[in-house]
C-alpha cells in the first residue's frame, strides 16, 4: 500500500473511517483526519456500497476524493470497491482523477461483494455473473491506466477506440479482496496483493503462499501487497471492548457475534497488537483496524498505541 512505512519498513497500519468523511462537517472532517495524520497512523480505509441491508451507502469514490482532498499526509485505500456494479470506464476516469488529484497516494481494493443480493440486482446485474464482469473489468483497467487506446469486445462490455487521459502516475494499485480459489486465481492475474478479511492468522500465511506459488508457476510477478484489515474492539477493558465491536457488528452485518468473535480481537492495544502479529509475519504488508472504542478519539488514541507496538 502507498503511504509512510512503520519504523523498520515492516507493515503499514491504518484505521477505518468508511462513511464518516462523507457524513460529518467540514470542520469535523478536518478534525478527524488530522488527528489521525498527527497520531502517525498510515492511511485510512473507505468503503463503498451503492444500497447495502435496505438503502445503507456510502461512495467509495467521494469517499476517497474527500479523504485526499482534505489531509494530504494520508494515503487512502477503498475497501472494498463494487467494481462489478460499474462500467470500467468510468471507474477508470476516476482513478485517473484521483491520481491527478493525490498522485501515489491511492489503493484500489476490488470484491465481489454480494452479503445483500439485492444490491447487486438492483444495479442492473446478475449476481452469478460478478465474478466473470470483475475480471473483464481489471483486464480493462489494467489498460486504460496506461492511456491506451483500448479496443475491447468482451462478455460484458464493448469499448471502441476508448482512452482515458491522463494515464495514471504512478498507476493505482489493485488489491483483490475474497478468500476462494476465485480469489486466488484473480490476485495473480490481475491483483498487486490480497487483501483480506475475517481470515484466520494460519489462513492468511497459507494463502500468500499459494499465491506466490501460483505466480511463480505461471511466469507472473508475484503480487506482495497483501493488506488484513480486521474489526476490533479497543477499550481498557476487554468486556467493554467486546461489546462495543459486537454491538456494531450485528448492526452492519445483521448476524450474531459469535459468527465472527475469533476472528474480531477485543481488549487494550497491547492485546490487539499480539492478536495482528502472526498476520504480519504471515506477509501481511498493511495492517487496517476498524476500531470500536467509547469515542472516535479513543480509537484514533489506540489505533497509534497499536501501530508503536507493532512497530517496537
Not at 33 to 45: E, N, P, S, T
Not at 161 to 189: C, F, N
Not at 257 to 269: H, I, M, N, Y
Request: hydrophobic share 45%; glycine share 12%; proline share 5%.
Amino acid at each position: 500500500m502507498t503511504g509512510s512505512a512503520v519504523t523498520g519498513g515492516a507493515v503499514t497500519v491504518g484505521t477505518s473511517v468508511h462513511d464518516q468523511v462523507l457524513s460529518v462537517s467540514p470542520g469535523e472532517r478536518r478534525a478527524l483526519l488530522g488527528r489521525i495524520a498527527d497520531a502517525g497512523i498510515d492511511h485510512v480505509v473507505v468503503a463503498d456500497h451503492v444500497s447495502f441491508h435496505g438503502g445503507t451507502g456510502f461512495d467509495g469514490m467521494l469517499g476517497a476524493a474527500a479523504a485526499l482532498a482534505t489531509e494530504d499526509r494520508l494515503s487512502v485505500l477503498i475497501g472494498v470497491y463494487q467494481l462489478a456494479l460499474r462500467h470500467p470506464m468510468t471507474v477508470a476516469r476516476s482513478l485517473a482523477s484521483l491520481t491527478s488529484l493525490a498522485p501515489g497516494r491511492l489503493t484500489l481494493g476490488v470484491g465481489v461483494g454480494g452479503e445483500d443480493r439485492s444490491e447487486v440486482s438492483n444495479c442492473g446485474v446478475d449476481p452469478a455473473t460478478r465474478g466473470r464482469r470483475i475480471d473483464e473489468s481489471l483486464g480493462l483497467l489494467r489498460r486504460l491506466a496506461t492511456g491506451e487506446v483500448v479496443d475491447h469486445a468482451g462478455e460484458f462490455f464493448t469499448i471502441e477506440a476508448g482512452a482515458v487521459l491522463p494515464a495514471q502516475k504512478p498507476e493505482v494499485p489493485i488489491l483483490i479482496g475474497g478468500k476462494s480459489e476465485a480469489t486466488l486465481q484473480r490476485t495473480v492475474e490481475h491483483g498487486d496483493g490480497w487483501l483480506a478479511m475475517f481470515v484466520s492468522a494460519r489462513k492468511f500465511t497459507e494463502f500468500v503462499a499459494q499465491i506466490a506459488a501460483l505466480a511463480q508457476e505461471r511466469g507472473r510477478p508475484v503480487p506482495e501487497q497483501h493488506g488484513f484489515e480486521v474489526w476490533c474492539g479497543l477499550a481498557d477493558d476487554a468486556s467493554v471492548a467486546r461489546e462495543l465491536v459486537a454491538e456494531k457488528m450485528q448492526a452492519l452485518y445483521k448476524l450474531p457475534f459469535d459468527r465472527f468473535e475469533r476472528l474480531c480481537p477485543a481488549g487494550t492495544p497491547a492485546q490487539v497488537a499480539d492478536f495482528l502479529r502472526p498476520y504480519v509475519e504471515g506477509g501481511a504488508r498493511s495492517l487496517t483496524l476498524v476500531p470500536c472504542s467509547p469515542n472516535w478519539q479513543a480509537g484514533v488514541d489506540a489505533v497509534a498505541e497499536v501501530r508503536r507496538l507493532l512497530a517496537g
